[in-house]
Nanobody, 125 residues
Framework: QVQLAESGGGVVQAGGSLRLSCAAS????????MGWFRQAPGKEREFVAA????????NYVDSVKGRFTISRDNAKNTVYLQMNSLKPEDTAVYFC??????????????????WGQGTQVTVSS
Protein backbone atom coordinates (compact mmCIF):
# COMPACT_ATOMS: atom_id res chain seq x y z
CA GLN A 1 0.00 0.00 0.00
CA VAL A 2 1.31 3.39 -0.99
CA GLN A 3 2.14 5.71 1.88
CA LEU A 4 3.47 9.24 1.98
CA ALA A 5 4.90 10.45 5.27
CA GLU A 6 5.68 14.10 5.94
CA SER A 7 8.09 15.29 8.59
CA GLY A 8 9.92 18.45 9.58
CA GLY A 9 7.08 20.65 10.71
CA GLY A 10 7.21 22.66 13.91
CA VAL A 11 7.01 26.09 15.47
CA VAL A 12 9.29 28.84 14.20
CA GLN A 13 9.48 32.60 14.53
CA ALA A 14 8.73 34.85 11.60
CA GLY A 15 11.76 35.10 9.35
CA GLY A 16 12.91 31.62 10.27
CA SER A 17 13.29 28.48 8.17
CA LEU A 18 12.05 24.92 8.11
CA ARG A 19 12.64 22.00 5.76
CA LEU A 20 9.81 19.56 5.21
CA SER A 21 10.43 16.03 3.94
CA CYS A 22 8.06 13.58 2.30
CA ALA A 23 9.11 9.94 2.16
CA ALA A 24 7.23 7.55 -0.12
CA SER A 25 6.88 3.86 0.68
CA UNK A 26 4.91 0.96 -0.77
CA UNK A 27 5.48 2.31 -4.25
CA UNK A 28 7.94 4.14 -6.43
CA UNK A 29 7.34 7.73 -7.41
CA UNK A 30 10.66 8.42 -9.07
CA UNK A 31 8.93 9.36 -12.32
CA UNK A 32 5.86 11.06 -10.86
CA UNK A 33 5.16 14.69 -10.23
CA MET A 34 5.07 15.42 -6.52
CA GLY A 35 3.40 18.37 -4.85
CA TRP A 36 3.07 20.22 -1.58
CA PHE A 37 -0.23 21.70 -0.44
CA ARG A 38 -1.28 23.45 2.75
CA GLN A 39 -4.49 24.01 4.64
CA ALA A 40 -5.06 26.66 7.28
CA PRO A 41 -7.98 26.45 9.74
CA GLY A 42 -11.26 27.33 8.05
CA LYS A 43 -9.67 27.52 4.61
CA GLU A 44 -9.52 25.25 1.60
CA ARG A 45 -6.44 23.22 0.81
CA GLU A 46 -4.20 25.26 -1.46
CA PHE A 47 -1.35 24.48 -3.80
CA VAL A 48 2.14 25.46 -2.65
CA ALA A 49 4.67 23.85 -5.00
CA ALA A 50 5.17 20.94 -7.39
CA UNK A 51 8.09 19.23 -9.07
CA UNK A 52 8.12 16.96 -12.11
CA UNK A 53 9.45 13.42 -12.02
CA UNK A 54 12.87 14.39 -13.35
CA UNK A 55 13.02 17.52 -11.23
CA UNK A 56 13.39 19.65 -14.34
CA UNK A 57 10.09 21.51 -13.94
CA UNK A 58 8.80 23.23 -10.85
CA ASN A 59 5.80 25.37 -10.05
CA TYR A 60 5.04 27.63 -7.11
CA VAL A 61 2.14 29.66 -5.84
CA ASP A 62 2.98 33.35 -6.11
CA SER A 63 2.95 33.91 -2.36
CA VAL A 64 5.95 31.60 -1.78
CA LYS A 65 8.06 32.36 -4.85
CA GLY A 66 11.57 33.37 -3.84
CA ARG A 67 11.09 31.97 -0.33
CA PHE A 68 10.28 28.26 -0.78
CA THR A 69 12.18 25.68 -2.83
CA ILE A 70 10.92 22.24 -3.77
CA SER A 71 13.42 19.50 -4.57
CA ARG A 72 13.60 15.73 -4.74
CA ASP A 73 16.03 12.87 -4.26
CA ASN A 74 14.75 10.01 -6.38
CA ALA A 75 17.32 7.61 -4.99
CA LYS A 76 15.73 8.12 -1.58
CA ASN A 77 12.13 8.37 -2.86
CA THR A 78 11.91 11.66 -0.96
CA VAL A 79 10.68 15.15 -1.78
CA TYR A 80 11.64 18.25 0.18
CA LEU A 81 10.23 21.72 0.74
CA GLN A 82 12.76 24.25 1.99
CA MET A 83 10.90 27.17 3.51
CA ASN A 84 12.79 30.39 4.24
CA SER A 85 11.68 33.82 5.41
CA LEU A 86 8.58 32.30 6.92
CA LYS A 87 5.60 34.52 7.66
CA PRO A 88 2.68 34.05 10.07
CA GLU A 89 0.40 33.57 7.06
CA ASP A 90 2.39 30.44 6.16
CA THR A 91 0.92 28.76 9.24
CA ALA A 92 -0.98 25.65 8.10
CA VAL A 93 -0.92 21.89 7.90
CA TYR A 94 1.33 20.97 4.99
CA PHE A 95 0.53 17.92 2.87
CA CYS A 96 2.63 15.97 0.42
CA UNK A 97 0.92 14.47 -2.63
CA UNK A 98 1.79 12.26 -5.61
CA UNK A 99 0.35 12.73 -9.08
CA UNK A 100 -0.09 10.40 -12.02
CA UNK A 101 1.62 13.02 -14.18
CA UNK A 102 5.32 12.80 -14.90
CA UNK A 103 6.12 16.05 -16.72
CA UNK A 104 3.26 18.43 -15.92
CA UNK A 105 3.27 20.25 -12.59
CA UNK A 106 -0.45 20.82 -11.94
CA UNK A 107 -1.85 22.97 -9.15
CA UNK A 108 -5.26 21.38 -8.61
CA UNK A 109 -5.82 18.90 -5.78
CA UNK A 110 -7.81 16.78 -8.20
CA UNK A 111 -4.64 15.99 -10.15
CA UNK A 112 -3.05 14.25 -7.17
CA UNK A 113 -3.92 10.68 -6.27
CA UNK A 114 -2.00 9.93 -3.07
CA TRP A 115 -1.74 12.10 0.04
CA GLY A 116 0.18 12.11 3.28
CA GLN A 117 -1.31 12.81 6.69
CA GLY A 118 0.20 16.28 6.94
CA THR A 119 2.62 18.08 9.21
CA GLN A 120 1.85 21.24 11.18
CA VAL A 121 3.84 24.40 10.52
CA THR A 122 3.28 27.29 12.91
CA VAL A 123 4.97 30.66 12.38
CA SER A 124 4.79 33.06 15.29
CA SER A 125 5.01 36.81 14.88
Amino acid sequence: QVQLAESGGGVVQAGGSLRLSCAASGGTFNSNTMGWFRQAPGKEREFVAAISGSGYSTNYVDSVKGRFTISRDNAKNTVYLQMNSLKPEDTAVYFCAASKYTIAVPISVTNYDYWGQGTQVTVSS
